[in-house]
């Protein structure tokens, strides 16, 4: 999932209007909490039952 990273890690280097937001969760999302990585971004690898998902939020500082 580096791919993932390294593509918003380029865009905010192109973009520097823009930075990543820590993702915080309320109790409606508890299965994603234990997802959730220091940086705040969201990871979840590859198994047996689905694909692996890549979430950040990035929002523009005027």
Not at 23 to 52: A, V
């Amino acid at each position: 999932m580096d791919e993932n990273e390294n593509i918003i890690k380029e865009f905010l280097k192109k973009n520097k209007e823009f930075k990543i937001k820590k993702i915080k969760l309320n109790n409606n999302y508890k299965f994603f909490k234990k997802f959730l990585q220091e940086d705040g971004c969201i990871k979840i690898y590859q198994n047996k039952n689905t694909d692996g998902f890549f979430i950040t939020k990035i929002v523009k500082e005027c």
